[in-house]
């Protein structure tokens, strides 16, 4: 995959992008929705300087702090958004790399997650080959570490890390056998051909990511780039255009329309379906954002005709059927 092809693809006509997104889309999926609710289990405190973050310890923002959550507070927010539909749990920590001593606890947490019969996903920081073969071995069936922007871009976002240590944790997430959760945030001042070399970069990788999440850039006051909001806030055309070229580019990946659905209108929300989105996250909190209530999304997707997706098992047959009847047809 270059990043012409993804340039090709981009100035298309609008709605000759969206066609042949929704084309790819309908070769691998129906118009089902995949909910995924998160929870920040350790918040701010953070030591990385990520310009967009709030749980940063750089900046002064106004956010409650706090350790690892114990799992008999995790539950039953689990029992929650299982019993309003969600499919996976995905469970957030402000640290740049999980400390040893909490990996007992998150072990727990994992396995009685997966005892409520929910997917789980953690977002924890780097890892080690050996951290990420313990969770994997605790049954993590996701893990989310974002790439953010293009690797030209990624020094004026974060300076306490580089690219290549992203790629190297995602490189020993796949290795353990979790499948691999990475996307970015549109926003912050990167040009449409960063986000494209992003794509093109997560396309690319050995083990492309299973799921996508896009971010619009949630601007907070106190960070670096929530002081800058005019600057640098995505034209409506252009975030659609690219989560079309998402769904070309990753044809199997769950593309996931993920912070900033507050700020988005329900009509340009249903664009970013139409081009190749099926994935939210579900729920009013993000980590500490606020994001759509559960009434309002439930309501939105019935009313444009989706299906709420419910087991994995069900969409992997579905995508190998898809699969054979293509290859019978070529
Ligand atoms: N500390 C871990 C890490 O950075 O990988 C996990 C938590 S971190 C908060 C997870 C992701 O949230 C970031 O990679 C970024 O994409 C997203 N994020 C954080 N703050 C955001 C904001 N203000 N707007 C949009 N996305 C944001
Ligand atoms: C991802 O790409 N977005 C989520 C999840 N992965 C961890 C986080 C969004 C955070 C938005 C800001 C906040 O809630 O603090
Ligand atoms: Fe820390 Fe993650 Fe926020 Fe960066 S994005 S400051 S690593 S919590």
């Known amino acids: 995959m270059t990043l012409e092809y993804a340039k090709t693809l981009y100035s298309k006509p609008f709605n000759a ?94 396995q009685a997650v997966k005892e409520q019969g929910l997917e789980t996903c953690m977002t924890l920081g780097m890892l080690s080959k050996e951290q990420a073969q313990m969770l994997a071995e605790a049954g993590l069936d996701y893990y989310n570490h974002n790439l953010d922007t293009s690797e030209n871009y990624y020094k004026y976002i974060i300076t306490t890390r580089d690219y290549q240590s992203r790629l190297d944790t995602l490189q020993k997430v796949a290795e353990a056998g979790m499948k691999v959760c990475c996307g970015g945030i549109l926003g912050m001042g990167e040009s449409i051909e960063d986000r494209l070399q992003m794509l093109v970069t997560l396309a690319n990788l050995k083990t492309p990511p299973a799921s996508v999440p896009i971010n619009q850039l949630i601007p907070v006051p106190g ?40 700020q988005m209108s329900d009509e340009m929300q249903s664009l970013a379906f139409l081009a190749g ?30 299906e709420i997706e419910q087991t994995t098992d069900k969409h992997y047959e579905y995508i190998n059927e898809t699969r054979a009847i293509n290859e019978a047809c070529h």
């Not at 002081?227 to 769950?254: C, E, G, H, M, Y």
């Not at 559960?294 to 939105?300: F, I, N, V």
């Open 17 to 110: 992008l969206l066609f042949e997104a929704q084309t790819v889309h309908r070769m691998h999926f129906r118009d089902e929705m995949e909910l995924c609710t998160l929870l920040s289990i350790k918040t701010g405190s953070c030591p990385e300087d990520c310009r967009y973050c709030p749980q940063s310890a750089h900046y002064n923002v106004d956010i409650k702090k706090e350790k690892l959550m114990d799992v008999e507070l995790i539950i039953p927010q689990v029992v929650k958004a299982k019993a309003l539909g969600a499919k996976r749990f995905c469970m957030g920590a402000a640290w740049r790399n999980p400390p040893l001593k909490a990996m007992p606890k998150l072990i727990e947490i994992i």
């Open 223 to 262: 960070t670096p780039l929530g002081d800058k909001l005019n600057k640098i806030q995505v034209k409506t055309f252009d975030f659609v255009r690219t989560i079309a070229v998402a769904r070309i580019l990753l044809p199997t990946s769950k593309i996931r329309l993920s912070a900033g659905r507050s």
């Open 277 to 306: 989105a099926n994935s939210i996250f579900y729920g009013d909190k993000l980590l500490t954002a606020t994001n759509p209530s559960e009434e309002h999304d439930l309501a939105l997707l019935t009313e444009l005709g989706f």
